[in-house]
């Protein structure tokens, strides 16, 4: 993590791990409905169902959850193996 990329992760970090975590799963959740509704419109023999996303809403957001964790501990690692360097 280089000097610019800290300075970026302290902003978010002080804005707490919750905000991070919700943003990343609301993002991630909208990026996938978006995408495979699309892909559905253009290449589905049914299209677009309103019952399939009573399928895809709760798994796109459970995974989104998980992608957001994910991110968060992936960057606090980072952040905390370049402090440690960077006081050696």
């Known amino acids: ?18 905000r991070f975590v919700l943003l990343n799963t609301v ?8 995408s495979t509704s699309v892909f559905d ?3 589905s023999f049914y ?3 309103a019952k399939d996303l009573y399928f895809k ?3 796109y957001a459970v ?3 998980i992608f957001g964790l994910a991110m968060w501990f992936i960057a606090e690692y ?10 050696d």
């Open 41 to 43: 419109y253009f290449f």
């Open 63 to 65: 995974s989104g959850l």
């Open 27 to 34: 993002i991630m959740c909208a990026v996938m409905l978006i």
């Open 47 to 49: 299209g677009i169902r």
């Open 1 to 18: 993590m280089n000097d610019k990329q800290r300075t970026k992760w302290e902003r978010t970090r002080a804005k707490g791990m919750r």
């Open 78 to 87: 980072n952040y905390k193996k370049t402090s440690t360097n960077a006081h």
């Open 57 to 59: 809403v709760p798994i």
